[in-house]
């Protein structure tokens, strides 16, 4: 965890009144301008939702745990800088075909479609399937959360 983190963890639970140290520090993405491009969504109210591949949780030599409802996480910025908390509200575990227009909309990104989701999020998959050789397909399992703004800097 980097100081950023730390003080922005600190500054919430003291305001908020949070009574532990529970949370994760993670960034949006692949890359540090898709990392700040997407927080951008989150702090402007667009970006309520986030997905990723179940088997990659399972794959991750990191050990990450699936999301939890009532959970924090402070999002870090193309910088590894932390800029905002989230608290995870509802976490759906669906086939990618199964993602819904509601899905799309509440990824908030480009036109907020499924059209969309589907455009971006299906070659974002397949690039980090290609580290396992894994190959895509419509029926493996998204992990999708929806999550509130409950905090940025």
Request: charged share 25%; proline share 3%; hydrophobic share 35%.
């Amino acid at each position: 965890m980097n100081q950023s983190v730390k003080d922005l963890w600190g500054q919430f639970k003291k305001e908020c009144l949070i009574p532990h140290d529970n949370y994760e520090a993670w960034s949006f993405g692949n890359s540090p301008e898709m990392a700040d491009e997407l927080l951008m969504h989150v702090l402007k109210g667009e970006k309520t939702g986030t997905s990723s591949l179940h088997i990659l949780y399972e794959l991750s030599s990191e050990e990450e745990k699936l999301p939890e409802v009532g959970s924090y996480s402070v999002l870090l910025d193309g910088k590894a800088q932390a800029q905002a908390i989230i608290c995870t509200k509802v976490v759906d575990i669906l086939s990618y075909s199964q993602i819904s227009e509601v899905h799309g909309y509440l990824e908030g990104e480009g036109d907020r479609t499924l059209a969309y989701w589907r455009s971006v999020h299906r070659p974002f998959f397949e690039q980090e399937l290609k580290e396992y050789q894994l190959t895509f397909t419509e029926d493996l399992l998204v992990v999708y959360e929806l999550f509130e703004l409950v905090f940025q800097k």
